[in-house]
């Protein structure tokens, strides 16, 4: 285990260091001459180019670039945006609650759901309930995000007009950002009224979302259960003449829960990410939609921002599951 | 020889048959190449033709699905557009599959610092989620076929990579590769008459799910106005185009939906069944 740790904890700066590159190296990657495009586009008068060309520091070698990136990096700059002149990283931060509102969300609903699934299919193994599952499993993993969530709003806000559509409030309604969590700060400020509003628009994407974790816990689950079920110790326990429920509930599934600790660390930043279209579907105001909308207007300083943060932000999670997973299973703990 | 080749295919179609899953993935996939290689050849209205009089018709005769926003056929922008859909996520994921399976297969055989460079190179790349790093390269590269290739496939080179790679470091310590360097045969010769035909089980899985991904990635791609450019129909832009007229025309959001759910569906099953063929893994 201390070899793994060390490994991963040497390996980080490594990764982090080639993702640096990666998003330094993408503005590279922009056909055409960025001093150009940030100056306005092809009209753009040569001088001002040229102001541009030094003002991005484009007219340096490109160690030299890097080398000033990382040092904006270090100093947690990460650039202003060209279309509202605004720190990045404060933009950032303002709609970082909104993404990861609606990614807990989905992961509130859709863990629980998916894991009584996987449990159901795997103690009824090969039998109707387990190929309903699996087949439920299936069909979620392939169902496009994007029309899932087209279809949602078409039947729930337009046709039975259960659920409102777009954004996390209603039109005029306010509430003070303390948290930036619109549910919470409703919560704080004594708004229960709103709350409610606030769940009701948050309700669909959420649900949209968490089709991705529903089918992912399922199978999971289904799986890594299935197989403790038929390891030698439940033969054991089973010969021993222990109540069933005892083996099922309390060795078996326990045992099965802690692949699922992994799966947590994947997904939240997973959804993080595929959230994108679903955020632009319900013009959710979080980050998918930050960047979506800074990649039309071209704004490469956000986009290179946003993409950096998520990629971080990826690394760390999957850093801080595979650490955990080791303090969780004495296996692990033990090896090495 | 020919006994050989025939008590295997027998075997492999009995592990096909005992699993019905696995079957329904060969066979959607097979229908879904079939109609839309063919199709557009047996349904010949042009995609891209607008009939301005006869816009969101209904279904009849002329229109058996009815018309767009624009009076085009559904029917021929459905075919042609899972044609173009289809068609980019295979390229891409041939081009993944080349790509990081042949860098896979050279750093696990030879390792040492080319081994160590590919390895962190691919971790830097497994560090960025997969639809992000297809929607950046997207955004800087700007729309077109070309660029959702490009946009699609190297986000899903490292998986190929690890998973070659982890196959070759296997078979290189097996008796007959040391038989053949024994026999002082070349190298490259090694790697392509040994190595690579006994490692390529896992990697044709790991092809059939990065399908399923592929055309989820190409149509979300298109979805969002990144990938390919109206007026070339493409699942993911019919979509987008459609959405203001569901109330109007539900098939034209409905069918591209429909068609896009079930080819990565079928490309799912169908890794499950080259599971089953190659013996990899034990999915049930």
Do not use: C
Request: aromatic share 8%; proline share 6%.
């Amino acid at each position: 285990m201390r070899g793994l740790v060390r490994r991963r904890l040497l390996l980080l700066p490594v990764t982090l260091f080639g993702v640096t590159v990666i998003t330094f190296l993408a503005i590279h990657l922009i056909p055409g001459d960025p001093a150009e495009i940030y100056a306005g586009g092809p009209l753009a008068p040569p001088e001002a180019v040229e102001a541009m060309r030094a003002r991005l520091g484009l007219d340096q070698p490109l160690y030299v670039q890097y080398l000033s990136y990382l040092g904006r990096l270090i100093r947690g700059d990460l650039g202003t945006s060209l279309f509202t002149g605004k720190l990045v990283s404060t933009e950032i931060l303002e709609r970082l609650p909104a993404s990861l509102e609606l990614s807990v969300a989905a992961l509130i609903v859709g863990v629980p759901i998916g894991a009584a699934l996987g449990v159901l299919a795997a103690t009824r193994r090969d039998r109707g309930t387990d190929h309903l599952a699996r087949t439920l499993a299936l069909t979620g993993l392939s169902l496009p995000s994007f029309w899932l969530a087209l279809l949602l709003v078409w039947l729930f806000s337009v046709k039975l007009g259960w659920f409102p559509f777009g954004s996390r409030l209603p039109a005029f309604a306010d509430v003070e950002a303390r948290s930036g969590f619109v549910i919470v700060d409703s919560v704080l400020a004594g708004d229960f009224g709103l709350t409610l509003q606030a769940l009701r628009h948050l309700f669909l994407p959420a649900i949209t979302l968490a089709v991705i974790p529903i089918a992912l816990t399922a199978r999971y689950l289904r799986n890594a259960f299935a197989e403790e079920l038929s390891a030698p110790y439940i033969r054991t326990a089973r010969a021993f003449g222990l109540p069933e429920r005892l083996i099922v509930w309390r060795f078996a599934l326990k045992n099965a829960m802690l692949p699922l600790v992994t799966l947590l660390g994947v997904l939240l930043p997973a959804l993080l990410a595929g959230a994108v279209l679903v955020e632009v579907v319900f013009s959710w105001p979080g980050l998918g939609t930050y960047l979506l909308l800074a990649i039309q207007s071209r704004d490469y300083a956000v986009v290179q921002a946003v993409t950096l943060f998520l990629a971080v932000a990826y690394v760390l999670a999957s850093l801080v599951v595979d650490l955990s997973y080791g303090l969780l299973d004495p296996r692990v703990r033990e090896s090495q | 020889m020919t006994v050989a080749v025939g008590t295997r295919v027998g075997a492999v179609m009995g592990r096909l048959r005992r699993n019905r899953l696995s079957f329904l993935g060969v066979l959607i996939v097979m229908v879904l190449l079939a109609v839309v290689a063919f199709g557009p050849l047996v349904w010949r209205l042009d995609p891209i033709q607008t009939d301005l009089a006869d816009r969101l018709a209904g279904p009849s005769l002329a229109h058996p699905l009815g018309t767009d926003v624009q009076g085009r056929d559904l029917l021929a922008r459905v075919l042609h557009g899972g044609r173009v859909t289809i068609l980019i996520a295979l390229a891409s994921v041939v081009v993944a599959l080349v790509f990081g399976s042949g860098l896979g297969l050279v750093s696990g055989f030879v390792r040492g610092w080319f081994d160590t460079l590919v390895m962190r190179v691919v971790d830097v790349l497994l560090a960025f989620p997969p639809l992000l790093l297809a929607l950046v390269i997207a955004a800087a590269r700007g729309p077109g076929i070309f660029n959702t290739v490009l946009a699609v496939s190297i986000p899903a080179v490292p998986r190929f990579a690890r998973l070659m790679r982890s196959q070759s470091i296997a078979i290189r310590e097996r008796e007959y590769v040391l038989a053949a360097r024994a026999v002082g045969l070349h190298p490259a010769r090694i790697l392509f008459r040994h190595v690579l035909p006994n490692g390529i089980g896992p990697v044709t899985v790991q092809a059939s799910i990065a399908a399923g991904i592929a055309i989820l990635e190409v149509a979300g791609l298109g979805f969002l106005g990144l990938g390919v450019q109206p007026p070339a129909p493409e699942l993911g832009s019919i979509l987008v185009d459609s959405r203001t007229y569901l109330l109007q025309q539900p098939v034209a959001v409905l069918l591209p939906g429909v068609v896009i759910s079930l080819s990565i569906l079928g490309f799912n099953l169908l890794g499950d069944a080259f599971g089953d063929v190659f013996d990899v893994g034990s999915g049930s």
